[in-house]
C-alpha cells in the first residue's frame, strides 16, 4: 500500500495543486483516464470545503490530503480541523459549531457535488475536524505480450 500525503495552507490557490497531485497519482495507481476529471472534480470541491472551513474559522493549520493506492482502489482522504456540529448543539440562528445557514447550505452543496461524482464516499465530521474519504477501483497493470 503506497500512500502520499499531501499538506497545504488553507488558501484557496493551493486548491489547484491538490487537483493536480491528485490526478497524478489516481494515474498512477491505475484509476481509469475516463474517471480523472471526477477525481480531479470530487477533490477540488473536498478541498475548497476544507480550506472554506479553516478560513471562517480563523485555524492556521494545514489542509491533510492522504492520497492512497491499494490493491484494487484508489482513494482520497481529505481532512480538515474545522470543528463541525454535533446532533444536539446548536444555538439559535447557527447550524451548529458557530455555522450560519448560508455557510451550512454552501457545505451541503458542495457534499452533494461530491456524493454525484463519486459512488464511494464517506464523510465524518466532529468537534475536532471533518474528513472526507473518496475511494475508485483501479484496473490491474497492463500485461505486455512476451
Known amino acids: 500500500m503506497a500512500t502520499v500525503e499531501l499538506l497545504f495552507s ?7 495543486t491538490a487537483r493536480l497531485v491528485a490526478a ?10 475516463a474517471v480523472l476529471d471526477e477525481v480531479r472534480l470530487a477533490v477540488g470541491e473536498a478541498c475548497t470545503r476544507a480550506v472554506g472551513l ?11 490530503v492522504l492520497l492512497t493506492e491499494e490493491e484494487k482502489q484508489f482513494s482520497i482522504e481529505v481532512g480538515d480541523e474545522a470543528p463541525h456540529a454535533v446532533p444536539g448543539e446548536r444555538a439559535p440562528g ?22 454525484g461524482l ?7 465530521a466532529g468537534q ?7 475511494s475508485w477501483p483501479t484496473m490491474p497493470p497492463a500485461t505486455l505480450p512476451a
Request: charged share 30%; proline share 3%; net charge negative.
Open 128 to 134: 475536532s475536524g471533518g474528513q472526507i474519504r473518496m
Open 94 to 115: 447557527t447550524t451548529g459549531a458557530g455555522e450560519t445557514d448560508a455557510e451550512a447550505e454552501e457545505d451541503e452543496m458542495g457534499l452533494a457535488v461530491i456524493s
Open 118 to 124: 463519486v459512488d464511494d464516499v464517506e464523510v465524518t
Open 54 to 64: 479553516h478560513q471562517s474559522n480563523g485555524i492556521s493549520a494545514p489542509v491533510r
Open 10 to 16: 488553507a488558501l484557496p490557490e493551493h486548491v489547484r
Open 24 to 33: 497524478a497519482v489516481a494515474r498512477r495507481a491505475g484509476v481509469e483516464e
